[in-house]
C-alpha cells in the first residue's frame, strides 16, 4: 500500500519543514489538493506554492485538481512540477480530452469522481488512465467523515482493473484513518490519502506505517 498525505492539513506556516518530515516518515505521493471554488465550495492553493515545493523535494507530487473546466489549467500544473494530475469527471464536457492533454505533457493522467456519481462514467476511459481516485467524501474539506458506500467503487475498479488486464493504480481519498484504511485495502485500493488522520501524529513514521499495513 501507498500512503499519499494531503498537504491540506499540513502546517503552512512551517512548510518546508512539513516537507522534510514527510520525506523522513518515507511517504509515497504528495498529495495537493487544489480547490477553485467553482467545483467546491472552499479554495486552496495553486501553482505558485507548488513550483516552490518542487524545488525542494524529489517526492512524487499527485496533483489533485478540484476545479472547473481543468483544461484550462493543466499545463500550468505540469509545468509548476506535478508527476500525476487527476481530474474529476464532472468537470469537463471532455474527461478524454483531458487526460490526452496530461499525458502529451509527459504526466500521469489520473481521473476522479465524487461520491453521487456512479463508477460507470469513468468506464469509457479507464484504459487510457493511470490512475483512479475513489472521493470517499464530497471534496472541498478536510476532516469530513468516510462515506462507506463508495467502497463498492473499489472493488468495481479492482475487478475491472483484473479482468480487462489494465494497470491503472486506486487510490482513495478522503475520510481515511486506521479502520476505514483495512475496508479499501480489502476492496482492492493501492493508495491511500490522508489529511487530518496523519497530520494529526507528531511522529509521521507512525501514520505511514499504520496505513501501509505494517
Ligand atoms: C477533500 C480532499 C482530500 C482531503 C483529505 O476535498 O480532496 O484530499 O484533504 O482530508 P481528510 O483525510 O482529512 O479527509
Ligand atoms: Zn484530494
Same mark, same amino acid.
Given at each position: 500500500?501507498?500512503? +499519499?498525505?494531503?498537504? #491540506?492539513?499540513? =502546517?503552512?506556516?512551517?512548510?518546508? !519543514?512539513?516537507?522534510? *518530515?514527510?520525506?523522513? /516518515?518515507?511517504?509515497?505521493?504528495?498529495?495537493?489538493?487544489?480547490?477553485?471554488?467553482?467545483?467546491?465550495?472552499?479554495?486552496?492553493?495553486?501553482?505558485?506554492?507548488?513550483?516552490?515545493?518542487? +524545488?525542494?523535494?524529489? #517526492?512524487?507530487? =499527485?496533483?489533485?485538481?478540484?476545479? !472547473?473546466?481543468?483544461? *484550462?489549467?493543466?499545463? /500550468?500544473?505540469?509545468?509548476?512540477?506535478?508527476?500525476?494530475?487527476?481530474?474529476?469527471?464532472?468537470?469537463?464536457?471532455?474527461?478524454?480530452?483531458?487526460?490526452?492533454?496530461?499525458?502529451?505533457?509527459?504526466k500521469k493522467a489520473g481521473i476522479t469522481l465524487n461520491p453521487g456519481t456512479p463508477i460507470e462514467s469513468l468506464v469509457p476511459v479507464l484504459k487510457d488512465v493511470d490512475l483512479v481516485l475513489v472521493m470517499t467524501v464530497n471534496p472541498g474539506f478536510g476532516g469530513q467523515r468516510f462515506i462507506e458506500s463508495c467502497v463498492d467503487k473499489i472493488q468495481f475498479l479492482n475487478d475491472f482493473r483484473q479482468n480487462n488486464d489494465l494497470s491503472y493504480e486506486i487510490e482513495v481519498d478522503g475520510g481515511v484513518n486506521e479502520t476505514t484504511a483495512t475496508l479499501c485495502s480489502n476492496a482492492g485500493a493501492d493508495v491511500l490519502v490522508a489529511g487530518s488522520y496523519f497530520f494529526n501524529h507528531d511522529d509521521l513514521s507512525i501514520p505511514t506505517a499504520i496505513l501501509r499495513g505494517e
Open positions: 500500500m501507498k500512503v +499519499a498525505p494531503s498537504l #491540506l492539513s499540513c =502546517d503552512f506556516l512551517n512548510l518546508q !519543514q512539513e516537507i522534510q *518530515r514527510l520525506e523522513a /516518515a518515507g511517504i509515497d505521493y504528495i498529495h495537493f489538493d487544489v480547490m477553485d471554488g467553482t467545483f467546491v465550495p472552499n479554495i486552496s492553493f495553486a501553482f505558485p506554492l507548488l513550483n516552490q515545493i518542487r +524545488a525542494i523535494t524529489d #517526492l512524487t507530487i =499527485d496533483t489533485h485538481l478540484m476545479v !472547473q473546466d481543468p483544461e *484550462r489549467y493543466i499545463e /500550468a500544473f505540469a509545468n509548476a512540477g506535478s508527476d500525476i494530475i487527476t481530474v474529476h469527471v464532472e468537470a469537463t464536457n471532455h474527461i478524454h480530452r483531458a487526460i490526452q492533454q496530461i499525458k502529451a505533457l509527459g
